[in-house]
């Protein structure tokens, strides 16, 4: 059964390469305080049971020195890490902030709310956010056409909504300039920012990267599940995996924090604990026998969405379906 590749690449890189499922039984590895993963490390050993040449990854590993000042290369191939490789401050117990790449536990997140909380949310991606059950902070609304803004049109960034700045949007693939709204700035933003963030087109109607627009997601899964995002990280993904120290930094600037977790991203994530949330997306969201995320949520995430017909981008994350660039087309990744 062919599945999908999951890449993440901030301050290293994760390879979940595997063109089929093996016969035997998947290899999970225990947290790195009881073991952590089993290591090729002889060259040989590495061709013999992964089937890959040591050398092609440091040629890897060297292209990834040129294009950034701190990190490193691990590839994990049938539950063996077979490549491990840091440069500049990087390390495996390091814990830098991942910028973006935190999107995608904040998609995984809400998938998991999307299974756990079917009775709240009976019309899933469908679901219409701004409402008074879900954000009456937003109202009265700054905008009223986001009253048909919907989940799905949230995790693949096409409810409309815009940060400060301006910049550029896809509508069906061409390149759309967006005007900078009065305010300005396309930081992470405060829940008010998030919440009232400016439309530059109606919900659907093309993709721009709002990190305020990932923001609200963070604000949708407290109010929907009574915790913070960042808890219920702690408690459905980082728990039941064995993630090491790890966390969401304070806000820059001694800023208040807000009190919600940072939905555009920002988490803090040992490299050998990444490579586990790349594992699991590996195997649909399975991990020992425990289905994390839902299945078919990770399916969703790895292929063309629905609600992202003007960008390759599904629910925070990139895919490749078209071949734009020199990976397999069942790869999603974030950078």
Avoid at 111 to 117: A, K, R, S, V
Avoid at 142 to 151: G, T, V, Y
Avoid at 156 to 180: H, I, L
Avoid at 212 to 234: N, P
Wanted: glycine content about 12%.
């Amino acid at each position: 059964m062919a599945i999908s590749r999951y890449v993440s690449a901030v301050l290293f890189a994760a390879f979940c390469a595997a063109n089929a499922i093996a016969a035997s039984p998947v290899y999970y590895p225990p947290p790195d305080a009881a073991g952590g993963w089993r290591t090729l490390k002889d060259p040989a050993q590495v061709r013999k049971i992964a089937g890959i040449d040591v050398k092609r990854l440091d040629q890897a590993f060297n292209y990834a020195q040129r294009t950034s000042q701190h990190g490193g290369l691990l590839v994990v191939r049938h539950g063996w890490l077979v490549y491990e490789k840091y440069y500049g401050k990087c390390w495996r117990d390091s814990t830098p902030s991942a910028a973006s790449v935190g999107k995608t536990f904040t998609s995984a997140s809400c998938g998991i709310m999307l299974n756990e909380f079917k009775g709240q949310l009976p019309d899933g991606l469908e679901t219409k956010v701004f409402t008074g059950k879900f954000l009456p902070d937003a109202f009265p609304l700054s905008d009223p056409r986001k009253a048909e803004i919907k989940l799905g049109q949230l995790l693949a960034m096409t409810s409309g909504m815009q940060d400060g700045g301006g910049g550029t949007g896809f509508v069906k693939g061409e390149d759309v300039k967006v005007a900078a709204s009065p305010g300005g700035g396309r930081g992470m933003g405060s829940d008010v920012q998030a919440m009232r963030a400016p439309l530059w087109t109606d919900p659907g109607g093309g993709y721009y990267y709002s990190n305020l627009g990932a923001h609200v997601l963070s604000i949708l899964v407290h109010k929907i599940t009574g915790r913070t995002m960042e808890d219920y990280i702690r408690e459905k993904l980082a728990g039941p995996m064995g993630f090491g120290p790890w966390g969401y930094p304070p806000p820059a600037n001694g800023a208040a924090p807000s009190a919600n977790t940072p939905g555009a991203g920002g988490i803090a994530v040992r490299a050998t604990d990444m490579l586990r949330f790349a594992y699991l997306l590996l195997h649909q969201g399975n991990w020992q026998g425990r289905q994390l995320i839902p299945a078919g949520y990770v399916e969703l995430c790895s292929k063309p969405s629905p609600y992202d017909p003007h960008a390759p981008y599904s629910l925070q994350f990139t895919v490749n379906a078209d071949g734009q660039l020199a990976a397999p087309r069942d790869a999603f990744f974030k950078s």
